[in-house]
């Protein structure tokens, strides 16, 4: 599962180095052709279009046919937009990039709902942040491809890659259990014991139905769906998780995916730029199981609060130091990492 998580999280990252060699080839409007028409911009639009899709299609699709199923599914997709690497019109690479994100946008989260599913709870927290910062991983790994095959087969070779990792996602799948709670809910008893006693669950005995119905009234008197989220005693805390999505959202795609297009503005070659990138996503890889043991020793709340104010940060020294960074690769790495 974890593997399944930094092949997923490879797709949108990806969109990154594309861009500069896209925007090049088809005369778009990027930071380094100013001049162009279309906006490269309209690829990771379409791109994070579908992922938003994909997060609805596949959690409808996790409780239909499984989420076992779903991952699958999203692997075949990994492996047939691949062709998006062949593609010789940009509008063509708009319709297979909606397309590999409706995948990768469906995966994560059923990924991340499975595994929430089978983590014992007394583990579930740390191990989620963990697996969670395999999105380093993804990104070293991406910087890396990019820097060493770009030069020599363009920007389509990234494309091309999805189909190998899309094969090993799908040769993985044989490992991944199917959600008890999926199988309990279709009828499935058997199987789900089955998958339990392979990971230690132990079923809960039956609950007192006078409990039952005390809950469902309480239910009643709250409301149903998304409403109770957004009134006391949750209020707070759902505006503060959506506040914090949005940054997080605002940091990724409106600064982070574009930083290989500003780093070759800056005058870095393009092979120099996509290997800083490596070198300062491997440096900050560490601080990925510093942040798990915050997590999970220390506290959720003042880990997230000081990941936030160190991003923040990290980000007003960039606006601050602007384009002297380019003569100053260690202030760089630091910032990256």
Not at 211 to 229: C, N, V
């Amino acid at each position: 599962m974890t593997t399944a998580v930094t092949i997923d999280a490879m797709k949108p990252i990806t969109l990154s180095f594309v861009a500069p060699g896209m925007g090049k080839e088809y005369g778009l409007k990027s930071a380094l052709n100013p001049g162009g028409h279309w906006p490269v911009a309209l690829l990771p639009l379409f791109g994070l279009t579908g992922t938003v899709l994909g997060s609805f299609l596949w959690g409808w699709l996790g409780d239909h046919i499984g989420r076992r199923s779903s991952i699958l599914l999203a692997g075949v997709m990994f492996v047939t937009t691949a062709v998006c690497g062949a593609m010789p019109s940009f509008w063509w690479n708009l319709a297979m990039c909606l397309m590999m994100g409706l995948a990768a946008g469906g995966m994560l989260p059923i990924t991340f709902s499975l595994l929430a599913e089978m983590i014992p709870g007394r583990h579930r927290g740390w191990v989620m942040v963990l697996i969670g910062g395999n999105l380093a991983l993804a990104y070293s790994i991406t910087s890396s491809l990019s820097s060493a095959l770009v030069p020599h087969y363009s920007w389509r070779i990234l494309w091309l890659l999805g189909m190998p990792t899309g094969v090993l996602l799908i040769a993985l799948n044989r490992w991944i259990p199917e959600s008890p709670r999926f199988l309990l809910a279709h009828g499935r008893e058997d199987e789900a014991r089955a998958i339990m006693a392979r990971y230690g669950a132990v079923e809960a005995p039956a609950a007192d139905p006078d409990t039952d119905a005390a809950e469902e009234r309480r239910e009643a008197a709250h409301g149903a769906g998304f409403t109770p989220l957004f009134r006391p005693p949750f209020a707070g805390l759902s505006i503060a998780v959506v506040v914090l999505g949005l940054g997080i959202g605002l940091v990724t795609y409106g600064f982070q995916l574009w930083i290989p297009s500003n780093l070759q503005k800056l005058g870095l070659a393009q092979k120099t730029a996509d290997a800083a990138l490596r070198d300062s996503s491997l440096l900050g890889l560490p601080l990925v199981f510093v942040a798990a043991a915050m997590y999970g020793l220390w506290s959720a709340k003042k880990t997230i609060i000081m990941l936030t104010a160190l991003v923040a940060a990290a980000l007003v020294a960039f606006s601050v130091s602007g384009e002297h960074l380019a003569h100053d690769r260690a202030w760089l790495y630091v910032l990256l990492a």
